[in-house]
């Protein structure tokens, strides 16, 4: 089953690294609450008990504990923001406190996108690469509600995650059709039947109030963060509800919040060939070319090419594998060797290692929840519910944006049929307007797959004058973790030092 697309999976290279390594809206938009507290956002809340942390769960995505100097606890917060005395999600949370508490600036809360990526197993593997902020903010992330051990949303079991994957995920013919329309379906019912009470309140809309909660409990006055891919629609959500409660704020890896889901999906396809198209610039002679991988790819529609791990490699899986490489220009290496593995040895080892890691299945067959929370935030938030037939009519469009990844993005349009809550929005746009917030750092990346470039330029202007727009020209999905040093100095002047950089500002 293709990981639900319209919206990146964000974690890609942090479980790249880990797997490899071991394998080889609606018209009116959002109310804004701001200082009101009438949804009970805002109050100062629960305190939270903080204690060294233990290994993340499989739900989390699994691993080692992040041993000292990191501390974990659980903030309880409204199920239903209407009704804020009711029942609570115990949001799971993790921190690592400023290395220079003299100079101490608060706290930074990340959100490392999805939606469905848990914050608690994520950050400690990128630590090292916010050492720089950890001087003066204590680095902090959550799972958020619907994900990890945040009420996690649980829809099929292990075993029917991998039998899903025999089904065709972009189908040839009625009966694959059928087939996949009643896999969507059954992922919705096993949803309900195992989450039900979650699901209606596992939007971005309530997370961005969660966060607030956060900021408080955190005892900050202000919210200083820092969202990627998915987190950054959350963090302008938050910006429009709370805006006189953001401070220093970084978006990266832009989600576009004119885009309804099928526009988001087709960007995505085009955002993955340029990608594709980038690479194989970049390997050169001895590399593959488009239509070998083409002609990989539709030869595996009907015999799946076998692997070392006893699973064989389907056509889907092959897509989300050259798509899970592109995510970093740190990962195209093991693109080229899963590659040149399938064209010339007729084996799909590394390239069902790749998919498996975008997928959120560990070696040992276990899934993390990542699947199940995409999907649950995505189809709370919006309200669109595509069948065959649109498929069908959008299919031309997506097929001429890219051969390799169009159908599959296509065909994920059906992944919310049958759900069974209603979506908030047909785009997030008019609940992400940041009147009267303090500036907020909107980076994009030209080379970017998953969260196209034109996405920061449609989030700027949605924003309003608080956005400050800047550009990174490289390759992979966010500018910040690029490695590039003029983009880190940037960044880094803003929240450390409060130095909000030039509007149009440049990095290559």
């Not at 075993?159 to 013919?173: I, W």
Request: proline share 7%; aromatic share 6%.
């Amino acid at each position: 089953m293709s990981p639900p697309r319209p919206r990146a999976l964000a974690l890609a290279s942090a479980s790249l690294a880990l797997v490899l390594a071991a394998g080889c809206g609606s018209g009116t938009g959002a109310v804004r609450d701001d200082d009101s507290g009438k949804d009970g956002s805002g109050t100062a809340g629960s305190r939270i008990d903080w204690k060294p942390c233990s290994a993340p769960t499989v739900a989390q995505g699994g691993g080692k504990a992040p041993g000292a100097g990191w501390e974990c606890g659980t903030l309880p917060v409204p199920l239903d923001y209407a009704r804020p005395d009711g029942a609570t999600v115990p949001l799971a949370l993790i921190r690592a406190r400023a290395t220079d508490g003299k100079r101490r600036l608060g706290s930074l809360v990340f959100n490392f996108g999805g939606p469905g990526g848990s914050g608690v197993a994520t950050l400690p593997s990128f630590a090292k690469s916010y050492a720089d902020l950890r001087k003066r903010y204590d680095l902090v992330s959550f799972d958020p509600r619907g994900v990890g051990e945040s009420a996690g949303v649980r829809c099929l079991t292990d075993q029917e995650l991998d039998a899903a994957d025999r089904v065709d995920a972009t189908p040839d013919d009625d009966a694959e059709v059928t087939a996949a329309v009643e896999l969507n379906r059954r992922f919705a019912h096993a949803c309900g039947e195992r989450s039900g009470p979650v699901l209606a309140h596992v939007g971005t809309l309530s997370a961005a109030r969660d966060m607030d909660r956060l900021r408080a409990a955190l005892g900050d006055d202000r919210l200083h963060y820092f969202g990627i891919s998915y987190g950054t629609e959350l963090g302008a959500v938050y910006a429009h509800l709370f805006p006189r409660r953001v401070g220093r704020a970084v978006l990266d890896a832009v989600v576009d919040p004119r885009q309804d889901p099928a526009q988001g999906s087709l960007s995505q396809a085009k955002g993955f060939q340029l990608a594709l198209d980038d690479y194989l610039e970049d390997c050169g002679a001895g590399c593959p070319s488009r239509d070998e991988i083409s002609s990989l790819i539709e030869r595996l529609d009907a015999k799946p090419l076998p692997t070392g791990v006893g699973r064989p490699l389907s056509q889907d899986q092959a897509v989300n594998g050259i798509a899970a490489a592109l995510y970093s220009k740190d990962t195209w290496k093991y693109l080229t060797a899963g590659l040149r593995e399938a064209l010339t040895k007729d084996k799909g080892t590394i390239l069902l290692l790749l998919s498996d890691s975008l997928a959120g299945r560990d070696p040992s067959g276990h899934y993390s929840n990542l699947q199940a929370a995409n999907r649950a935030v995505s189809c709370a938030d919006a309200e669109q519910r595509y069948g065959p037939e649109d498929v069908r009519r959008l299919l031309p469009a997506f097929r001429s944006a890219s051969p390799v990844f169009g159908e599959s993005a296509a065909w994920a349009l059906l992944q919310c049929t049958g759900w069974p809550v209603k979506g908030a929005w047909k785009t997030p746009e008019s609940s992400v307007g940041a009147k009267g917030s303090a500036p907020i750092l909107v980076v994009g990346n030209t080379g970017d797959p998953a969260t196209p470039y034109e996405g920061a330029h449609n989030m700027a202007r949605a924003l309003g004058p608080p956005a400050v727009e800047v550009t990174y020209k490289g390759e992979g999905h966010g500018a910040y973790n690029s490695g590039n040093a003029c983009m880190k100095a940037l960044v880094d002047g803003y929240l450390l030092e409060g130095r909000v950089p030039q509007r149009g500002a440049t990095c290559s």
